[in-house]
């Protein structure tokens, strides 16, 4: 029966069987093998305008729902999602409450996206003034 090594000695592949074939590859540098810059995924692209679209439609639901002009509903999704919350214009059904928090949710999730996007964007700027 062989004897655990001591942790010391568990680093230094002391578990290991055979120790030939479990040698360790050479590898490169992953920065030099990965693009100076690499391309946004399609996917980014679209989760903006998705949750903008939740969100007005959502609004607009809600307006039909609580019988709020357009102009009204807009006004709320916007108030809402952008978590100022005046309280001026409230919902007074259920499904207008519900909604209001898919407003408030989606709200949050773009907003999100948005400081996302510009700290990405102020790296990859500074990122390149520093490097060209």
């Known amino acids: 029966m062989r004897r655990r090594p001591s942790l010391a000695a ?5 578990y290991r069987r055979d120790e030939s074939a479990h040698e360790p590859a050479v590898t490169q540098d992953r920065a030099a093998t990965l693009p ?3 391309r946004p995924r399609r996917s980014c692209h679209l989760a903006g305008p998705v949750h903008l679209a939740i969100q007005v439609a959502s609004g607009v639901l809600l307006g039909f729902v609580e019988g709020w002009s357009v102009g009204d ?3 709320f999704t916007f108030v809402t999602g952008l978590t100022i919350g005046y309280g001026d214009i409230v919902p007074r059904q ?4 519900a909604l209001a928090i898919v407003i408030g949710i989606s709200g949050l999730f773009l907003t999100g996206l948005i400081a996302g996007i510009a700290v990405h964007a102020m ?4 990122t390149d003034r520093d490097t060209g």
């Open 10 to 14: 568990a680093g230094r592949g002391a």
């Open 36 to 38: 100076h810059r690499a």
């Open 73 to 75: 509903a807009l006004y």
């Open 94 to 97: 259920a499904l207008g409450r």
């Open 123 to 126: 790296r990859a700027a500074l």
